[in-house]
């Protein structure tokens, strides 16, 4: 940008450009993002559970699982990640639990089919 001023006239004053001085009193604008925790990490486990219900329901764990397993999908909408990763936490203990219990009773199921205890 050139000076108003012309090189031979040394009387006038110096007239800065109107966009320069625009430049020095703008300010940098800043933007706020909010970053929430990321709920879609927490794994609550549902269809596990829902199938442990219908199918293994080992003295009501599947039950159990899935009430812990609906508790996280609530604390996931109410951004409670320390709850809901909490209750997954014993929602997979339940359905564990469930899995391995019921798989146990059901092979026993099959031993007792395949060999009789016809000795007593």
Known sequence: ???KSCKGDSLRPAVQCKHSVEKKTMTNPTTVI???PDTT???DYYLWSIFNFVYLN???LGFIALAYSLKVRDKKLLNDLNGAVED???ARLFNITSSALA????ILVFIFLRY???DY
């Open 103 to 106: 798989t146990f009773c059901i």
């Open 58 to 60: 080992f003295c009501c």
């Open 1 to 3: 940008m050139e000076n």
């Open 88 to 90: 997954a936490k014993t």
């Open 41 to 43: 990490e927490v794994n």
């Open 34 to 36: 909010e970053i929430y």
């Open 116 to 118: 009789p205890l016809t």
